[in-house]
């Protein structure tokens, strides 16, 4: 799947193998939300983000409509891509919204600015995926934090 913002001049590619994983992944869980931690890269000038692996929390707090993660594990799990692809890091989050439309509610949003202003995340543009889901129909919502605004993906 590829998305841009032409707005921005911002596009995202992810192979469906992938999409189709985290979807397995949060149905998994269902009526819960679930979610985890991106993975991935720029291309050289910096305008196409390549989603390539996500790294599931081990400690997460789950209900049908929240989700929080720790990150008790992860490092080590960073670390390795770090070490194995050094061209691949964090780039944000994604997480399910059972029955429900993939569209940023307020918690998403400080989740966002929470990852802004840490210290250890050292990422001034997260991308946020939401995949909104219902049983007959997904719909996916990729968003990216650019200049201080939440912007979609189309």
């Known amino acids: 799947m590829n998305v841009r913002i032409e707005k921005i001049g911002l596009s995202l ?21 679930f979610g985890g931690f991106l993975i991935g890269y720029y291309s050289d000038d910096n305008r196409c983000l390549h989603i390539t692996d996500t790294i599931l929390p081990k400690n997460f707090k789950a209900s049908k409509c929240s989700f929080e993660r720790t990150t008790k594990g992860v490092d080590k799990k960073l670390n390795k891509y770090y070490e194995e692809t050094p061209k691949k890091f964090y780039i944000g989050e ?3 919204h059972p029955n429900c439309s993939p569209v940023p509610s307020s918690t998403d949003i400080s989740a966002i600015n929470a990852i802004i202003n840490s210290q250890n995340a050292c990422l001034a543009n997260p991308v946020l995926l939401i995949i909104g889901y219902s049983e007959t129909q997904v719909n996916f919502g990729f968003y990216v934090w650019f200049e201080n605004k939440l912007y979609k993906y189309e």
């Open 94 to 96: 994604w997480h399910t």
């Open 13 to 33: 590619a992810i192979d469906d193998e992938l999409l189709n994983s985290l979807i397995e992944k949060g149905k998994s869980h269902y009526p819960n939300e």
